[in-house]
């Protein structure tokens, strides 16, 4: 069992920056891909960023060049660096780490943007 524990999110003016957190369990989190997704109020859930054990990137078309996702093996952690939000960027931000064929989410962490 992966536990998941996300944090860092908050209010912020348009423009501003937000670095979000996900703690996890287990000794082998080097192992797992983790992403970032967001659910807006009346939204499907979305992809934000993902990254793969090996260190692969990928993003959503709408935050390319804005947000930055990265791991860190030795803390169990992974983060995703927000800059130049937008009052869109607004929603909850859920991590969730994929490993052996099954999926763990966090508790998700509320970003919203003011305009």
């Known amino acids: 069992q992966v536990q998941l524990v996300d944090s860092g999110g908050g209010l912020v003016q348009a423009g501003g920056s937000l670095r979000l957190s996900c703690a996890a369990s287990g000794s082998i989190f080097s192992m797992y891909a983790m992403g970032w997704y967001r659910q807006a109020p009346g939204k499907q859930r979305e992809l934000v960023a993902a990254i793969t054990s090996g260190g692969r990137t990928n993003y959503a078309d709408s935050v390319k060049g804005r947000f930055t996702i990265s791991r860190d093996n030795a803390k169990n952690t992974v983060h995703l660096q927000m800059n130049g939000l937008k009052p869109e960027d607004t929603a909850v931000y859920y991590c969730?780490?994929?490993?052996?064929?099954?999926?763990?989410w966090g508790q998700g962490t509320q970003v919203t943007v003011s305009s």
């Open positions: 969730k780490a994929n490993f052996n064929s099954r999926e763990y």
